[in-house]
């Protein structure tokens, strides 16, 4: 136990799990405020999320809606970690996303290319857009930040605009899938019969976890994800190790731009969602990444697991009694969450400090 | 041309504001990213406020401004604490804190108007608060010309805020902290008392914008969508105003006349004529934005101890 709070993993996880725990609380507090008589019941209920259901079929079903929605967070969720490492703060991830899906669906609705092309597209776009960022952050020294939000609404436009031409003529939302090009839609190798034949189980969940894997060894296992760890540390250093550091920051935010944009087509190519051609704010996942990749304790292992809650609670908001609160309950509980992740350094040092006291007195 | 005059100016007012609110808090040493969620919750202090009052039935247009405006201050001011809390005592990452700020603003806002309207309306679950009348109260129309109070509101404060940062001494020990922090703490001036003052005048500012906001042009408000971006155009125009009042209030106008061109480009022939989708112009201050930024931002004069928290047993 003494060893495991001491090592690093060990107090990122528990102060993650405290985060976590402190988040429900205030959760549970704001919902006492609105109405105390459910906010017992509320709260449990988005903790259950897929519980609510009696039956252990519809249970299975919906378990599996909510892996559906935790691949595509998952992807934004590695493509904030993985710039982060590199000292960038990818919060155009949603664009990005936006980005994919937009080329992901134009291409399998509008020209009906089938699925691996579409998301082939999906990585490029997602690339190319954050590419800008890349850019304009090494050559004309402009945050990635500021530019990240301005094309995170500058895509979502243009999507709109886009999307608008693959549109049913009655409603806001694109033409469904399943109706229009079939073969536009990720195959399923019969993973929903594992779920009660959910339909949207596609080869996209164990693909995105194998790509946590896959960034997990990138990062940590090869000279190219040390350079760009190196960069991340300090500039200066790495360039004056020989490294290019201009070269790694565009690279590292193409790469977390084909993490988002892949994360766009991961849902869309589900049928799972059409896209809503009247939205007036950018997707939510993007955001919902950075409270991932954050609760994961920035590893992209731990980013499967955070990504999996995350979800989990934002589908359990959708149960509440809306007789009395409201579903952005979750949003609420998700970003107090983020907002105390910014205590994750206070708190391992608080438990550094309380272990090396143990220590002493033991002697 | 008044209509676009008129949007422009609200637009910029606005964006003044805020960025100038942004500036206060970068001086100190802070960056201030979480100015969109700041806006939010000075938006819904100052609906609420319209909402319940009874304006024009009884009541006088000067003590509903009067405390339109005060509760979109205290509700920015109070709000921003969490940053300086966060940022200044604990240290954490500004970056993380400001996007969860945004987040909270918008999630926070909708969750409260919802339960309101719910409560007042079992069949309401929407997030909009209206303020058709109450509006009115802010506006003088000059001849076509809509003036509104807060464009006047804005430009003194912007004079404070000039006369503030760079004549007072108060304002001076402020920017000492955002631009060496240990040489400021040596002759005896409080790092955290500053930044705390630099941030609470950002929440004060950011929460004035957003009501300046949410009253230009319309009359009601969906809390779900934010203030779409405003918050981060206003840290564009910060950095394109080289964190100098006077130079935002110029940026702002250049920004705000994009915005406004995106509500009334229909009433020139001219634009109408060209036929580009509405999508465009919405697009236009973004894309303008990111176009200036390229070119302003190698020469930028940010405070340069901005962004690291204080530690005193550094040097």
Same mark, same amino acid.
């Given at each position: 136990?003494?060893?495991?709070?001491?090592?690093? !993993?060990?107090?990122?996880?528990?102060?993650?799990?405290?985060?976590?725990?402190? !988040?429900?609380?205030?959760?549970?507090?704001?919902?006492?405020?609105?109405?105390?008589?459910?906010?017992?019941?509320?709260?449990?209920?988005?903790? %259950?999320?897929?519980?609510?259901?009696?039956?252990?079929?519809?249970?299975?079903?919906?378990?599996?809606?909510?892996?559906?929605?935790?691949?595509?967070?998952?992807?934004? *969720?590695?493509?904030?970690?993985?710039?982060?490492?590199?000292?960038?703060?990818?919060?155009?991830?949603?664009?990005?996303?936006?980005?994919?899906?937009?080329?992901?669906?134009?291409?399998?609705?509008?020209?009906?290319?089938?699925?691996?092309?579409?998301?082939?597209?999906?990585?490029?776009?997602?690339?190319?857009?954050?590419?800008?960022?890349?850019?304009? %952050?090494?050559?004309?020294?402009?945050?990635?930040?500021?530019?990240?939000?301005?094309?995170?609404?500058?895509?979502?436009?243009?999507?709109?605009?886009?999307?608008?031409?693959?549109?049913?003529?009655?409603?806001?939302?694109?033409?469904?899938?399943?109706?229009?090009?079939?073969?536009?839609?990720?195959?399923?190798?019969?993973?929903?019969?594992?779920? *009660?034949?959910?339909?949207?189980?596609?080869?996209?969940?164990?693909?995105?976890?194998?790509?946590?894997?896959?960034?997990?060894?990138?990062?940590?296992?090869?000279?190219?994800?040390?350079?760009?760890?190196?960069?991340?540390?300090?500039?200066?250093?790495? %360039?004056?190790? !020989?490294?290019?550091?201009?070269?790694?920051?565009?690279?590292?935010?193409?790469?977390?731009?084909?993490?988002?944009?892949?994360?766009?087509?991961?849902?869309?190519?589900?049928?799972?969602?059409?896209?809503?051609?009247?939205?007036?704010?950018?997707?939510?996942?993007?955001?919902?990444?950075?409270?991932?990749?954050?609760?994961?304790?920035?590893?992209?292992?731990?980013?499967?697991?955070?990504?999996?809650?995350?979800?989990?609670?934002?589908?359990?908001?959708?149960?509440?009694?809306?007789?009395?609160?409201?579903?952005?309950?979750?949003?609420?509980?998700?970003?107090?969450?983020?907002?105390?992740?910014?205590?994750?350094?206070?708190?391992?040092?608080?438990?550094?400090?309380?272990?090396?006291? %143990?220590?002493?007195?033991?002697? | 041309?008044?209509?676009?005059?008129?949007?422009?100016?609200?637009?910029?007012?606005?964006?003044?504001?805020?960025?100038?609110?942004?500036?206060?808090?970068?001086?100190?040493?802070?960056?201030?990213?979480?100015?969109?969620?700041?806006?939010?919750?000075?938006?819904?202090?100052?609906?609420?406020?319209?909402?319940?009052?009874?304006?024009?039935?009884?009541?006088?247009?000067?003590?509903?401004?009067?405390?339109?405006?005060?509760?979109?201050?205290?509700?920015?001011?109070?709000?921003?604490?969490?940053?300086?809390?966060?940022?200044?005592?604990?240290?954490?990452?500004?970056?993380?804190?400001?996007?969860?700020? $945004?987040?909270?603003?918008?999630?926070?806002?909708?969750?409260?108007?919802?339960?309101? $309207?719910?409560?007042?309306?079992?069949?309401?679950?929407?997030?909009?608060?209206?303020?058709?009348?109450?509006?009115? &109260?802010?506006?003088? $129309?000059?001849?076509?010309?809509?003036?509104?109070?807060?464009?006047?509101?804005?430009?003194?404060?912007?004079?404070?805020?000039?006369?503030?940062?760079?004549?007072?001494?108060?304002?001076?020990?402020?920017?000492?902290?955002?631009?060496?922090?240990?040489?400021?703490?040596?002759?005896?001036?409080?790092?955290?008392?500053?930044?705390?003052?630099?941030?609470?005048?950002?929440?004060?500012?950011?929460?004035?914008?957003?009501?300046?906001?949410?009253?230009?042009?319309?009359?009601?408000?969906?809390?779900?969508?934010?203030? &779409?971006?405003?918050?981060?155009?206003?840290?564009?125009?910060?950095?394109?105003?080289?964190?100098?009042?006077?130079?935002?209030?110029?940026?702002?106008?250049?920004?705000?006349?994009?915005?406004?061109?995106?509500?009334?480009?229909?009433?020139?022939?001219?634009?109408?004529?060209?036929?580009?989708?509405?999508?465009?112009?919405?697009?236009?201050?973004?894309?303008?934005?990111?176009?200036?930024?390229?070119?302003?931002?190698?020469?930028?004069?940010?405070?340069?101890?901005?962004?690291?928290?204080?530690?005193?047993?550094?040097?």
């Amino acid at each position: 136990m003494k060893k495991f709070i001491k090592s690093e !993993g060990g107090q990122s996880f528990i102060a993650s799990i405290l985060c976590i725990i402190l !988040g429900l609380l205030i959760g549970y507090v704001v919902l006492m405020f609105i109405a105390p008589k459910g906010a017992a019941t509320a709260i449990t209920t988005i903790v %259950k999320n897929f519980f609510y259901y009696p039956s252990n079929i519809a249970r299975m079903k919906y378990f599996g809606n909510t892996l559906v929605k935790t691949a595509p967070l998952l992807m934004c *969720s590695l493509s904030i970690l993985f710039a982060y490492k590199v000292g960038l703060f990818n919060i155009g991830a949603s664009g990005q996303y936006t980005a994919g899906t937009c080329a992901a669906l134009y291409l399998a609705l509008g020209v009906g290319a089938p699925w691996w092309v579409c998301v082939l597209a999906a990585i490029i776009c997602g690339a190319l857009l954050a590419a800008i960022s890349g850019l304009l %952050k090494s050559y004309a020294n402009v945050n990635e930040v500021i530019s990240g939000i301005m094309l995170n609404w500058i895509m979502l436009y243009s999507a709109n605009m886009i999307l608008t031409k693959v549109k049913e003529s009655t409603s806001p939302y694109t033409y469904t899938l399943a109706s229009t090009n079939p073969g536009g839609i990720i195959p399923g190798l019969g993973l929903g019969k594992l779920f *009660s034949n959910n339909q949207y189980i596609t080869l996209a969940v164990p693909l995105s976890i194998l790509i946590a894997i896959g960034i997990w060894v990138l990062l940590e296992k090869t000279t190219f994800g040390y350079e760009l760890r190196a960069t991340g540390n300090n500039k200066n250093a790495a %360039k004056y190790a !020989g490294m290019n550091e201009k070269r790694n920051i565009i690279i590292t935010m193409m790469i977390a731009g084909a993490l988002s944009g892949l994360g766009g087509a991961f849902l869309y190519l589900t049928g799972f969602e059409q896209w809503q051609c009247t939205q007036s704010s950018v997707p939510g996942m993007g955001f919902n990444g950075i409270a991932a990749s954050f609760l994961g304790g920035l590893s992209p292992i731990g980013s499967i697991f955070s990504s999996y809650f995350i979800q989990h609670i934002t589908a359990g908001g959708a149960y509440v009694d809306k007789s009395m609160y409201s579903a952005q309950i979750s949003d609420l509980i998700t970003s107090v969450i983020i907002y105390l992740c910014g205590f994750v350094g206070f708190i391992k040092l608080v438990l550094k400090k309380a272990a090396e006291k %143990k220590e002493g007195g033991n002697k | 041309m008044i209509l676009l005059l008129q949007y422009t100016i609200i637009f910029a007012a606005v964006l003044t504001l805020v960025a100038i609110g942004g500036c206060f808090s970068e001086h100190s040493g802070v960056i201030n990213i979480g100015l969109e969620g700041i806006m939010v919750m000075g938006a819904l202090g100052g609906a609420l406020v319209m909402r319940f009052s009874n304006y024009p039935a009884s009541g006088n247009a000067f003590t509903l401004i009067l405390l339109t405006m005060l509760a979109a201050v205290i509700f920015g001011m109070i709000y921003s604490l969490l940053l300086a809390v966060a940022c200044i005592n604990f240290k954490a990452d500004q970056t993380i804190v400001g996007t969860a700020m $945004n987040m909270l603003g918008t999630a926070a806002a909708t969750v409260i108007v919802k339960a309101m $309207n719910t409560r007042i309306n079992p069949d309401n679950v929407s997030s909009t608060i209206q303020y058709i009348n109450q509006k009115k &109260a802010f506006l003088v $129309n000059l001849g076509g010309f809509e003036f509104s109070w807060f464009m006047l509101v804005t430009v003194i404060l912007l004079v404070c805020s000039y006369v503030l940062l760079y004549k007072t001494r108060l304002g001076l020990r402020l920017q000492a902290c955002g631009e060496h922090p240990q040489a400021a703490a040596s002759v005896g001036i409080s790092v955290y008392k500053m930044r705390y003052i630099g941030v609470i005048i950002s929440g004060f500012l950011g929460g004035l914008g957003g009501i300046v906001y949410i009253t230009s042009g319309v009359s009601e408000w969906k809390f779900e969508n934010g203030v &779409a971006g405003f918050g981060f155009l206003a840290l564009a125009v910060m950095i394109f105003g080289q964190w100098k009042p006077h130079r935002i209030a110029v940026s702002a106008l250049l920004f705000g006349l994009f915005r406004a061109l995106s509500n009334v480009y229909m009433g020139f022939n001219f634009l109408a004529t060209l036929n580009i989708p509405s999508g465009i112009y919405n697009m236009l201050p973004y894309i303008i934005c990111l176009i200036v930024l390229a070119f302003t931002s190698k020469k930028s004069r940010a405070p340069k101890a901005e962004g690291i928290p204080y530690d005193k047993g550094m040097r």
